[in-house]
């Protein structure tokens, strides 16, 4: 998810699914129909918490290179 300054937040959600990332490389710049069906959002429960830098350091190292408007996570 990315929350822009205005406030808003973009979501990209799918099925968790290989297939649709490997679909989207071999078709692209075209789309195909995935083979896993659409996403049932009914059938979710989303819950959000805050994220674990001891788990993921790397993600600590991309917001400051996010803040700081860098385009990769170089050090």
């Not at 989207?24 to 979710?44: D, F, M, N, R, V």
Request: proline share 8%.
């Amino acid at each position: 998810m990315v929350e822009t300054l205005d406030g808003g937040l973009f979501a990209f959600m799918s099925v968790p699914d290989m297939a649709l990332p490997i679909l989207s490389a071999l078709t692209y710049p075209e789309s195909a129909q995935t083979p896993s069906g659409g996403l049932i959002l009914k059938a979710w429960n989303f819950s959000f918490r805050a994220h674990d830098a001891k788990r993921f350091p790397a993600l600590l190292l991309c917001m400051k290179r996010g803040v700081r408007g860098a385009r990769c996570p170089r050090s």
